[in-house]
């Protein structure tokens, strides 16, 4: 087990780190968020095309770069902590992992090098616990979908449905894209209805284990993301409790701003220690992701809501303003923290996986 | 293989070997005895230098040891004090004589070894103290008493801090001394706590003297040099504790509620994910830190998180596990089934020794964060000006 980044991953980090800083810094997220721009297009092409960040862990057979989930853990967790506006989840993580899960030679090699090269952005339509998925009649798609990760500006939508009395998989590049109004405005959804559209069947051998091995992982790239937005957070708060001055003291000295910073941190700590675990089961001990995709969202999807939130608290007045940052980071935060299912479907989830069942 | 692999073998195959004959629960000769063996077997003080008794060998080996043994009950603890705290104190601030005369027979489990720096009036504020010594001579004679003391009642010698300078500010007026445990002038109370059960002493100094030559470090330079102690008691007993018994652990409750047919409760099965992430979410945590120490990491003051993490575990399972078995917790017929309350019982202490919670929050705001500290309104005066302890009754009569 292996729960430190290797120095290859501590260099990636690095330099996604500085091209994002120095291309995507907050005034250029906040001017793309609040513009009708679903996401930075001259980010996601030197992302995708100089950086070759889309294909990181897609096979050198289909276009990618044959690096491993942990890899695209490392380049999350930056995306994280910038909040840079780019379909990377949607695109290089959902969409690429169901499709290399399925199994599917021939589709893999048609679709995955454009996605993998970010010519071609793809989403994935997660499908909603209890909902019903949309039908194929042989020719068409239809049904809603009603929340769909950068649906509205995806290029192809790998869509989930019911064929021949069994879950399939198709790409889908039609349908009619309605953007909803988002909570963060950094990450777009859109519903998607689909009325006899067509779509590519993806062959896949068990379509709803290539749905649930895509999840698990876009649970841990995910559960990246969200340390890193959590470690900019505490970074920042902190920084601002060391010069604040209120009552003739620095603010960081007061126990009760300092006892609730160093309980962030612990809580980082503990994130760090789980998504690094779960990255490494992704590539290394793949009979122990399930327990650790579920293991990841259930703690620290909460916990980085829960530091960004006092993040803001701790902020004072500030905080609350449109123009402080702090709302987009609590925003982003609880949007992530629901966006693969609230809590709670984690948590049973994991209790399935750990057998406390009946 | 390489030679610390083969070192590791080794040791696992010596600790096999030696293990094997121990009765169930070893008393002190039994102890000793392991010990002796131990040293002889050359696995005491393997990081110390060999002038005085130690194996002179590197880091490396020690965690290859410390891994092999992990598998296995060893009967040292009351030697514990003594290797983790004591030993390193002396190795790093003793004298030339002191490091012979003490650290050998330390290291054979001949003599055993206390820590003498609580007091019922210093406790989260140890520099507070206001146990006495005072020159006479070229000795010095000591008054007071020290609390919380674990093997007080075996132990030969002690590692105390004293004011020796009343006049200086609180860290300033402060010696460490090697005290004899025999001496007539020592008296150790055990002291009971909430267990039911007396794992700590009270121990009372009057007018017990001791030679010149038993000061470790500068007169009046005590206070850095217990500092140091602590930070290695943090480390021990977070990072410790992962290969302690859990008897709340989410094994062992998931199977209490699986026998007991509570695992249809949506509520029980969301208590036990709960206990189980807490769980790894610690593990994991003690694992990346000793990977990173490893790798040469330094660790700093990120001890006392694992320290607070792990008081936070304790409690929160035993809560839990009251949660999960209900009334049965509390109320039950033979030694087994009390388990729960009495790790119950057990859990406040993992809260408090060592350093408080709040303690270890502060360490981590002002050393890991580098948040700027309270202000202290004790530092610059003089030690005798403060209301702490008994003076501070003084000082309101």
Redo the contacts between chains.
């Keep these: ?4 980044p290797s120095e290859e991953q501590r260099e990636l980090a690095a330099s996604v780190r500085a091209f994002l800083a120095d291309t995507a810094p907050m005034a250029r997220v906040r001017e793309v968020a609040e513009s009708d721009e679903p996401y930075d297009r001259d980010v996601w092409r030197r992302m995708t095309g100089e950086l070759g960040l889309a294909g990181l862990a897609v096979p050198e057979a289909y276009g990618g770069a044959g690096a491993g989930h942990a890899e695209v853990a490392v380049v999350m967790e930056e995306l994280g902590a910038a909040l840079t506006p780019a379909p990377y989840l949607a695109s290089a993580v959902l969409a690429a992992n169901v499709l290399l899960a399925a199994g599917d030679e021939q589709a893999a090699k048609d679709l995955l090098p454009d996605i993998a090269s970010g010519r071609t952005v793809a989403a994935f339509a997660v499908p909603q616990p209890g909902g019903p998925l949309p039908t194929w009649d042989g020719k068409g798609l239809t049904g809603t979908l009603p929340r769909v990760l950068d649906g509205a500006a995806a290029d192809l939508i790998i869509v989930p449905a019911r064929a021949d009395g069994a879950t399939a998989l198709f790409a889908v590049e039609g349908g009619e894209r309605t953007p909803l109004t988002t909570l963060d405005l950094t990450r777009p959804q859109a519903r998607v209805e689909l009325d006899g559209t067509p779509g590519r069947r993806i062959a896949a051998a068990d379509a709803d284990a290539a749905i649930g091995r895509a999840l698990d992982l876009a649970a841990v790239a995910l559960a990246a993301e969200q340390l890193g937005g959590m470690r900019r957070c505490l970074d920042t708060i ?1 920084e601002y ?2 010069l604040r001055v209120q009552f003739g ?2 603010v ?4 009760g701003v ?2 609730r ?3 962030m ?2 809580t980082l ?6 998504v ?2 779960a990255a490494w089961a992704a590539d290394d001990a793949p009979e122990e992701l399930p327990v650790a995709a579920a ?1 990841a969202q ?2 620290v999807g909460p916990a980085y809501f829960r530091v960004a939130k006092d993040h803001l608290l701790l902020h004072g007045g500030i905080g609350f303003t449109w123009e402080h940052d702090a709302h987009l980071y609590y925003k982003r935060a609880k949007t992530d923290e629901l966006l693969l299912g609230a809590p709670r479907e984690h ?2 989830r ?2 399935e996986r ?1 057998g ?3 | 293989m390489t030679d610390l692999q083969e070192y590791g073998r080794r040791a696992r195959a010596w600790l096999e070997a030696n293990t094997r004959d121990l009765p169930p629960e070893p008393d002190l000769a039994a102890a000793r005895a392991f010990m002796a063996r131990l040293y002889d077997a050359g696995y005491s003080g393997i990081t110390w230098p060999a002038a005085y008794g130690g194996q002179g060998l590197s880091a490396a080996e020690e965690r290859a040891f410390q891994q092999a043994a992990r598998d296995f009950t060893l009967p040292i603890g009351v030697f514990g004090i003594g290797l983790g705290m004591c030993g390193p104190t002396i190795l790093s601030l003793g004298t030339e004589e002191q490091k012979k005369r003490y650290l050998p027979p330390l290291l054979r489990g001949e003599e055993i070894w206390c820590q003498l720096f609580s007091e019922p009036g210093a406790g989260s504020d140890v520099a507070s103290l206001q146990t006495r010594a005072v020159r006479d001579g070229d000795g010095w004679v000591v008054n007071g008493q020290k609390v919380w003391t674990s093997v007080a009642r075996q132990a030969d010698f002690g590692l105390l801090i004293a004011r020796t300078d009343p006049d200086a500010t609180k860290h300033r007026g402060i010696t460490m001394f090697v005290v004899d445990m025999h001496d007539p002038g020592v008296t150790v109370r055990p002291l009971r706590d909430m267990t039911g059960e007396a794992h700590f002493n009270e121990v009372y100094f009057d007018d017990v003297r001791v030679p010149a030559d038993r000061v470790v470090g500068e007169v009046n330079g005590g206070w850095q040099a217990a500092v140091t102690t602590l930070l290695h008691e943090r480390v021990s007993i977070g990072m410790g504790a992962a290969r302690t018994e859990r008897p709340a652990s989410f094994n062992v409750m998931s199977a209490a509620a699986r026998e007991r047919g509570l695992l249809g409760d949506p509520a029980v099965r969301d208590r036990l994910v709960d206990l189980y992430v807490r769980e790894r979410a610690f593990d994991l945590f003690n694992a990346r830190l000793s990977q990173e120490v490893k790798a040469g990491i330094d660790p700093g003051a990120r001890g006392s998180v694992a320290k607070l993490l792990l008081a936070e575990l304790t409690l929160s399972s035993a809560d839990s596990a009251g949660e999960i078995l209900g009334p049965e917790t509390v109320a039950y017929a033979g030694h087994d089934e009390g388990r729960i309350a009495r790790a119950l019982s057990w859990a406040p202490g993992m809260a408090l020794g060592g350093g408080t919670n709040e303690i270890m929050r502060n360490i981590i705001g002002d050393r890991v964060l580098g948040l700027p500290r309270e202000p202290q309104v004790d530092r610059d005066v003089p030690f005798r000006e403060l209301k702490v302890g008994t003076q501070a009754k003084e000082a309101g009569r």
């Design positions: 087990m292996r729960l430190i902190v409790a060391k003291r620095y960081g000295s007061f126990q300092k006892h910073l160093a309980d941190h612990c700590e503990q994130a760090e220690s789980i690094r675990y293991l259930t703690f948590r049973s994991l209790a750990l406390l069942l009946p």
